[in-house]
């Protein structure tokens, strides 16, 4: 039996120690602790309600929570809590990628409109790849030098190049939850959330390959191999997420569950498809985040979920919605309370204030000069404004992402230098979260993209409700004569994806034909037809 | 940091080991397991899907879970997976106690017609308190005896009591799910369903009272104390589940949440409520799982549900359901696993054959003793019927419940009395779950309690369905003369309730008034009057 408790990572929390506690006082910390937290939730809920209705944008829900988090956290800290309740508050990279993002990523590509996201998707890979690539070692080497001239605490170059991977990962937790609550121009929000959410993937897996050339004191001609391995990953990431929802189309399809009185069976199984494309993917060492991002983005919802019976379709959209809710909320107020448990290293301001500068020119050779090369490729009509790019350089907000990489490195780094790491991480964190969440309006309104008409209720809605095509927003400068002139072009652009698909995926993966579901359709070949009537 | 590493329970799976494993590698264990845990559970519903349509009840859905997580924990022994991905099917009592026990119990109480619940609330009270007081005191003295005569394994007697707790806890899960599925008389149902919730409250609250007094050495004079800590628990439990539900009603009735495009936020506090029930409970020291049981069986599925949108509604009932459907198969499945791939001491062969003698001996002594208790103070048209009583005797499964506290008894008892301990439980689990169980339905058969018409398709409508008021079962013996009279009776016993609820209890709680919510009426203050029309 008592290997049972040296096993490493168990499915839940802990057994109890074999310590002389009484019985069943542990579980009544836990009780505690989950109530606590329950209670936050529930604040945070009211909270981010009585916020939205007065229209107050300068505390975003996501700012709120994270402060409910900090608040309680400190009064916590100071009233001594029994560590045993503390426990249950310390946060755990593990839970966060195992349990709080998937369903948060998930609905993201669930409620995403398909759409711009692929007429985008070159640029975000640019972005996405190239990007944080770049913004990375920026950051690395500008913090090495910053050591070596004595700017700042001195982290050797290895070192020095993991918290440039690290805090690169801008977190689409953060900038989602901001943007849906603004709502903005569809293409900036493709190309901010497309961005967020795979250079995630990038930052990871530099920061793993940073990592292990680090001990492995074999540094030299990796650059090769570590866009070889992101490449790896990505695609074969992608291929899985897409592979688990054609399974589960196909399944749904022939499976004859969408009748009367087994709706319960219907859900249970489609709820646990996401999770497996996570899961299959994290299994064979890839990116979870990748692959449950395209079985929601394209696959489940336009072939699985159509197959569904409707009491399921709505019941799965709105739970999903539910969970990720619950999931983003609950990061935020988990993040919140854990700065403020940690003991934090704050004798290195020196270090984080360069941090901060640092990050914010690499953000700047990230985004300019990625937008540079795009506009050189793409054609007049769909360049990529400046006050886009102006928008998401300010964008870069750091979140749940840097913050779990950084307490992976408090384990992966020798005591000091780890710790400082983490301090900076959590320092940038709640400015951004908190400076720059509280004025993305204020930014996004100064620079003319927040969402006027259709767009501006796209936080309520998910993405469903404003059908728009490519580019509506670009278009608005071109005169109407050309306008018809570019939706032919970008008719013929995506036009091989859509036949693909109306010939032969659709009609494959789903049991529906043209006829029975006039909405799908509509969502999906017949859209950029029908862009005129929307505008 | 590495105090965070040290901390007691902490919310989800502990960090990673500071070992020099290679980053990323236990999430990757991690993905494998959780993986296979999807794969087994997406198996599971298949193959229940499979054998409920074909009507092959030997094998019900619970036992199928049993058996998958059995023969796949086997081939993991077999084939000697690595230790960190076996690690994520460690059966962990507090995992399931906080997480997997909560909806299933919820969604019990919550589904429950609550009228033939309370008309058997006595006979409950007695079967769970003095029933599995006795039934407790009868195995532990067997077993005890049995040691002392060399008929078995020898255990103190204090442990041997410790034993007889643990193993008086009739499961809730396993009885429930084979009851729902076959359908049987409600009466009978609301017996076996209110004593195996019950007595789990109790079986805990003795086997902890014993721990401490076989650690204390300070026996005698602890029998007034055991049942008055059990009356002080039941009463603090019910008043906080009561409360809570109360507080959830009045906050849906005036925060007008059930309007368009707020349904989310509706759903999302809905959804934390009852877990706010449970932890406060328990966070109280009390009883999590009777709290939350009162929590859903009356308030908030009388009160607050009505002050739900239309929408939230479908989708409460809905989540509800899957959320228990998955946490059921799941507890069925991860029990398997782990009794394959735990270490037992199969030597005391001796002692799992006596111990399944004395639990029969000591149910029966619980069942009929109670039975007869309860008769003589029924009046005649309300006994308890022998056929119940066996039925009763019969349905005595030892599930998840017992299997927990077992696992606990390996940490709180020297070396080989655990262990022989968790054995015996093991064994007696898995025998009753898949010989009972798969024999249940024929059983029922035999004594003739099996749901007809309306009551058959009790599994698959939950309790809504088929709207029976307090006994209908009993009246078909009576000619349809003295059923009138036994009506009114009825209706006068229940009257008081009924009256404090339509002229206070509905109006304050809810925001609906008769007319507004036809339903609702019917189904609580209006049943018994029109039960003529069911019949």
Known sequence: MLELNMASPPAGPPPPPTAPTPPGKEQQAAGVGILLQISMLVLAFVLGHVLRRRKIYYLPEASASLLIGLIVGG????????????????????????????????????????????????AIIAFALLGTFIASIVTGVLVYLGGLTYLMYRLPLGESLMFGALISATDPVTVLSIFQELGTDMNLY?????????????????????SSVRSNDSSGQNLFLVILSFLETFVGSMSAGVGVGFISALLFKYAGLNVENLHN???????????????????????????????????????????????????????????????????????????????????HIGFIFFSILFIAVARAANVFSCAYLVNLVRPANRQIPMQHQKALWYSGLRGAMAFALALQSVHDLPDGHGQTIFTATTAIVVLTVLLIGGSTGTMLEALKVVGDGHNGRLGEEGFEGPDIGTGPSYDEATSSGSKLQMKLKEFHSTASFTALDRHYLTPFFTSQNDDENPDEVTQNSGRTRELKSHE
């Open 265 to 347: 069976l219907e859900s249970c199984l489609f709820v646990l498809f996401p999770y497996f494309s996570y899961m299959l993917a994290e299994g064979l060492g890839l990116s979870g985040i990748v692959s449950i991002l395209f079985t929601g983005i394209q696959v489940m919802k336009h072939y699985t979920f159509s197959n569904l019976s409707e009491k399921s379709q709505h019941f799965a959209a709105a739970f999903f919605h539910l969970l990720s809710s619950l999931a983003e909320a609950f990061v935020f107020i988990y993040m919140g309370f854990d700065i403020a448990m940690e003991q934090q290293s704050w004798s």
């Open 190 to 210: 493709a190309l901010v959330f497309g961005e967020s959410v795979l250079n995630d993937a990038v930052a990871i897996s530099l920061y793993r390959t940073m």
């Open 75 to 122: 009064v916590a800290n100071i009233s001594n809590t029994e560590t045993s309740i503390r426990g249950w508050f310390n946060f755990h990279e593990e839970f966060f990628f195992l349990f709080l993002l998937p369903p948060i990523i998930f609905q993201s590509g669930f409620s995403l409109a398909p759409k711009p996201f692929f007429s985008n998707f070159g």
